[in-house]
């Protein structure tokens, strides 16, 4: 069986958290970051490889919300998952992030490794449902770390 490393889309407006989350989800996957929503929606226009984004909520121009309601609205982009990371506390942000088609919502700061085990998971239920496969031979391969914590 063929393993296909993914891509995950990183876009976030603060330099140190973007090279954070560079960082540590490089080792792992392929990584594209854009510092604003307006240059994520050019990445999604320009690489069909891309299978999970991982966006900020608040940003200048296009605010996460806004960069949300753009990828679901689009055929070709509908069903690439998306986590939103922000630093609002707040339940109705969170709830309403969801409702508008955010598939998991992480709060600042936060733990790396429940960022790398939130994509792995989020990636490992788009493989089995089949929402955004590319080729059927494609599986995810985690890290040893999120290894440690995969049931099988």
Not at 104 to 126: G, H, M, S, W, Y
Request: include cysteine.
């Amino acid at each position: 069986m063929m393993t296909t490393v993914k891509t995950i889309l990183i876009v976030e407006d603060e330099p140190m958290t973007r090279k954070l989350l560079q960082h540590m989800l490089g080792k792992t996957y392929n990584v594209i970051a854009c510092d604003s929503a307006k240059k994520g929606l050019h990445c999604l226009k320009t690489n069909s490889t891309i299978d999970c984004v991982l966006s900020d909520l608040y940003m200048p121009e296009i605010d996460g919300k806004e960069f949300v309601r753009q990828i679901r609205q689009n055929a070709l982009w509908a069903k690439i998952p998306i986590i939103i990371l922000s630093g609002a506390q707040e339940s109705d942000i969170r709830i309403n992030c969801l409702e508008i088609g955010a598939d998991d919502f992480i709060t600042k700061p936060f733990n790396p490794k429940e960022v790398q085990l939130k994509i792995a998971a989020i990636l490992r239920r788009n493989h089995y449902v089949g929402n955004h496969k590319k080729d059927d031979t494609a599986v995810v391969s985690p890290t040893p770390l999120v290894q440690k914590y995969m049931p099988w």
